[in-house]
């Protein structure tokens, strides 16, 4: 038991120390710092009100371009699995936007709404639509038909059919859809902030890039990977919870 | 048929929607349809597509290459030797999942704002859904598979070549797949940033020069840019996995 846990610890720290010791015999060019200033700076800088002011906005960013996404892709994408002439309507154009990235809408958006927080939402919120659109619209799909059947034999109205047939097994895929939209829209929110120079971690990194403070770079650096990890550790949490009755879930319960 | 025309609906509405509300519109920021498109034909069609367009696409492909190269010789070595996977698991972890557009300061200090900090970049953020998907391909291979090439005396190499990689393959392509829609979006936010040449620079100078409507029309190129990036991957992908797709009857 003991060497499982060592070994991952003891790598990661022999990898740090690596850095440490290039850095500070001037192997690596000045512009990477060794990690002992990047954690300085991170421990002097913890109670900071301005880099929890910006963790703030992305956050802000971050969760209302979440909710919208899941919301509008979890609608479409119920709709187009249940109802086909809607699907054939739609079909065609989510194919087409799909695989365009929204950083390409940024310029027209920045020169239409000026850098806002607008801006970063509602194109965040468009990434995390198309991950939660398709997952929907298969876990509508992959309804169990004779769980269907049975249901409709026993004779469940329709609202009931979608709370206790259509629901639970889209959980699932919902939960996935959930999860990658998070990470998908984290990922945007920072990106956008970054290039709009819209107030957030990305700007902050921004503005420690251009006036070389480079450890301070290195540690909002650091905290985006941090906070993306939490995030992703919350929400797997949350799926285990939400679907421990499920099958891939089940055999954590012993 | 009506079903092609019933999905042709929807944008068709959008383009006629887009060209009435455009005709007339007094803002500067939203210049007619019709302005666009001849900047489209001015700019695309295909005066800088030599300059621009290829040296856009060049990155792209390159980085994408190296991912491909190190994801898939580092997901094949963290696959079979355990020890290794999981020495290196907290690194992996952590590289993974920082976001990409943070390292675009950081390459640009590194390396510069030409090719090379681009071509970084691209290729950092690819290689880790090439890596885990390898990681994991690798490790799915079914037991069987194995002991049939070792009874057949396979070499290791040859194990390697015509077992290991044929059967991992089909994941491996899907998480290409999904490295390609990162590069493609590290492309464009990398000539955002700062650059010297691109699709994504020129759309950058006509914002700073005022020049609206071909600001829309570089947009409009990256947009198809995306789509044809994509469908061009997706045949790509059912050609080689030919066999894989004939095998098991499905997509």
Known sequence: ?254 | MTRIGLRLVVPVLLLVLWWTTSAGSASPFYPPLSEVLASFQETWLFARVGSDVVPSLGRLLAGLLIACVVGIAAGVALGRVRVLSLAMNPAVQFCRSMPGAALIPVSVVLLGIGDGAKIGVIAFVCTFPVLLNTIDAVRGIDPQLEDVARSYRLTRAQRLTSVLLPAAAPQILAGIRTALAMAFIMMVVTELYAATNGVGFVTVSARNSFDVPQMWASTVLLGLLGVAVSALFLALQRRVLRWHIGMTGRN
């Open chain 1, 1 to 254: 038991m003991k060497p499982i846990i060592l070994l991952p610890v003891l790598t990661s720290a022999a990898l740090l120390a690596v850095w440490e010791a290039l850095s500070a015999s001037g192997t690596l060019p000045p512009e990477i710092p060794p990690i002992s200033e990047i954690g300085r700076w991170l421990v002097t800088n913890l109670d900071s009100a301005n880099l929890w002011t910006s963790i703030g906005q992305t956050l802000g960013h971050w969760a209302v371009a979440l909710l919208a996404g899941v919301a509008i892709g979890a609608v479409v994408g119920a709709a187009m699995a249940a109802i086909p002439i809607v699907n054939e309507l739609l079909l065609g154009t989510v194919e087409f936007f799909r695989p365009i990235p929204v950083v390409v809408y940024l310029p027209i958006m920045l020169l239409l709404l000026g850098a806002t927080s607008g801006v970063v939402v509602s194109l965040a919120a468009t990434a995390a639509l198309w991950p939660m659109l398709l997952q929907t619209f298969y876990g509508v799909r992959d309804v169990d038909p004779v769980a269907r059947d049975t249901a409709r034999v026993f004779g469940l109205t329709t609202p009931q059919r979608w709370i206790w047939v259509t629901a639970p097994s889209i959980l699932p895929y919902f939960s996935t859809g959930v999860r990658i939209a998070s990470t998908i829209t984290l990922l945007v929110a920072i990106a956008l902030e970054l290039i709009g120079a819209v107030p957030g971690l990305g700007n902050t990194l921004g503005t420690y890039a251009t006036n070389g403070v480079y450890e301070a770079m290195y540690g909002v650096v650091v905290l985006t990977g941090l906070l993306g990890v939490g995030l992703n550790a919350v929400f797997e949490r949350l799926e285990r919870r939400a679907l421990r009755w499920h099958a891939s879930h089940r055999h954590r319960m012993t």
